[in-house]
């Protein structure tokens, strides 16, 4: 299963999110849902760095994908990385009910202090 992971900040802003694992739809080179995860998880990393000019903090390896929003940048930058982030879920949640069995996603609001604004080795 793929389980993607959201960490929004006290105003509810998207501070970090993960994708891992893989959801054995179909053999590899063959499997839709992870590659349509993928794709809109890699493909919003991309479109915040270059449509709002804002590096999110990213570590990838197989099967796991973890990024993270810089705390620095101007207000204006920091919105447009919010709404492709927001988009990025809304993208997210229509595989996930199209295809439940396969995608899990968790949404947690943790205090500022908690945020990670550099991702863990291995998650």
Known sequence: MITVRIWR???GRVARFTVS?????????RDIVC????????GAVNAVERLAGLKL????REGFLDA???PEGDGARRERAQLLLE?????????AESYG?????EQSFVAAKAIKNTPKKGG
Not at 21 to 29: M, S
Not at 57 to 60: A, F, L, N, S
Not at 87 to 95: C, D, K, N, R, W
Not at 101 to 105: A, G, K, L, Q, S
Request: overall charge negative; hydrophobic content about 40%.
């Open 9 to 11: 900040d006290p105003d």
């Open 21 to 29: 694992g893989h959801a054995y739809y179909d053999e590899p080179g």
């Open 35 to 42: 590659a349509g995860v993928s794709a809109v998880a890699i």
């Open 57 to 60: 903090r990213t570590e990838m």
């Open 68 to 70: 993270s929003v810089p």
């Open 87 to 95: 988009g990025m879920l809304v993208a997210l949640e229509s595989i």
């Open 101 to 105: 069995e396969y995608v899990r996603i």
